[in-house]
């Protein structure tokens, strides 16, 4: 049912995939302003039917790529944007730590979108949900009495892992696996 769904969602936005037949013709408006600012609003509409799940991602970001890039100043932030709290509302209902029982794949969902929305923008859900949650889900171990400190080294070596390059080398995400070195060493103390 899943992937019915999935593929349902996919098809119905392909009619949308207005894209083709609108990019090639911009070079010839002398004022874009007003088009663009019309797309990003149905674009945002569009937006608030979609639920980001396990499966339904790629239409969407196949949809949305070349407008983020197209759009700037206040246009792309506002699309953009709407991605984010989309995504923040996904992680809010799917995305918690857990050493037992991990999901990962709404975290997964949201490494797809570094590459599509500023990072700037994408990084907040990461700071809020992810980062926060990883660092408060981590203290909450350490003060286990009965925590097995080789079992939290290798937790925290396999989320290290889970990051791309690209995205491991921001400070922000640095500072948050220092941070939490600093509370293991603590703990060890």
Not at 54 to 76: F, H, V
Not at 103 to 129: A, M, N, T
Not at 150 to 160: F, L, M, N, S, T
Request: charged share 20%.
């Amino acid at each position: 049912a899943l992937a019915a769904t999935s593929k349902a969602s996919t098809l119905a936005l392909e009619p949308l995939r207005f894209d083709h037949s609108v990019l090639p013709w911009l070079p010839f408006i002398s004022d874009t302003s007003e088009l663009l600012a019309s797309v990003r609003r149905k674009l945002c509409t569009m937006l608030d039917c979609w639920l980001p799940s396990k499966d339904n991602n790629d239409a969407i970001m196949a949809l949305l790529a070349p407008w983020i890039e197209l759009l700037r100043g206040k246009e792309q932030h506002k699309l953009a944007t709407k991605v984010a709290e989309r995504l923040n509302s996904m992680l809010e209902a799917e995305f918690s730590f857990s050493a037992q029982r991990q999901v990962v794949w709404p975290f997964k969902v949201l490494l797809k979108w570094h590459q599509i929305i500023p990072y700037r923008i994408w990084l907040l859900p990461v700071k809020r949900h992810v980062l926060q949650g990883f660092l408060d889900y981590l203290r909450l171990w350490l003060e286990d009495p009965d925590a097995n400190y080789a079992e939290i080294a290798d937790w925290y070596w396999q989320w290290k892992q889970m990051y791309p390059t690209a995205i491991f080398a921001s400070s922000d995400i640095q500072n948050a696996f220092r941070e939490a070195l600093v509370y293991m060493a603590f703990a060890l103390s």
